[in-house]
């Protein structure tokens, strides 16, 4: 088992810029697969990263490419979301997922959650 914390969330104007961060401890962290899924009020969780456990490549859901970033760094036990131009369709609470060994964009295949943070853009 991992255990994940994340950190970085808040609340952002339109067009802000936000860096969510998950930390890791207890087993290996660079033989995780990592991902990021969100989940807002009333709607199911879902993907929006995956990263593989040497950081790459990457993948992205279709409505944050170009504007999120997931990457790593297994030094420090560690992996970012990098979000930038935030619209009021981001607000939701972000999670932190590790999946042994392989990526996966299916919330499903995960096995270790963190708690999450909430990310709440304004218009």
């Known amino acids: 088992q991992v255990q994940l914390v994340e950190s970085g969330g808040g609340l952002v104007q339109a067009g802000g810029s936000l860096r969510l961060s998950c930390a890791a401890s207890?087993?290996?962290?660079?033989?995780?697969?990592m991902g990021w899924f969100r989940q807002a009020p009333g709607q199911e969780r879902e993907f929006v990263a995956t990263?593989?456990?040497?950081?790459?490549?990457?993948y992205h859901t279709n409505s944050v490419k170009g504007r999120f970033t997931i990457s790593r760094d297994n030094a420090k036990n560690t992996v970012y979301l990098q979000m930038n131009t935030l619209t009021p369709e981001d607000t939701a609470v972000y999670y932190c997922?590790?999946?042994?060994?392989?990526?996966?964009?299916?919330?499903?295949?995960?096995?270790?959650w963190g708690q999450g943070t909430q990310v709440t853009v304004s218009s």
């Open positions: 997922a590790a999946r042994w060994l392989v990526v996966s964009s299916k919330a499903e295949d995960y096995d270790n």
């Open positions: 207890g087993r290996t962290f660079s033989n995780y697969a």
């Open positions: 990263i593989t456990r040497t950081g790459s490549p990457t």
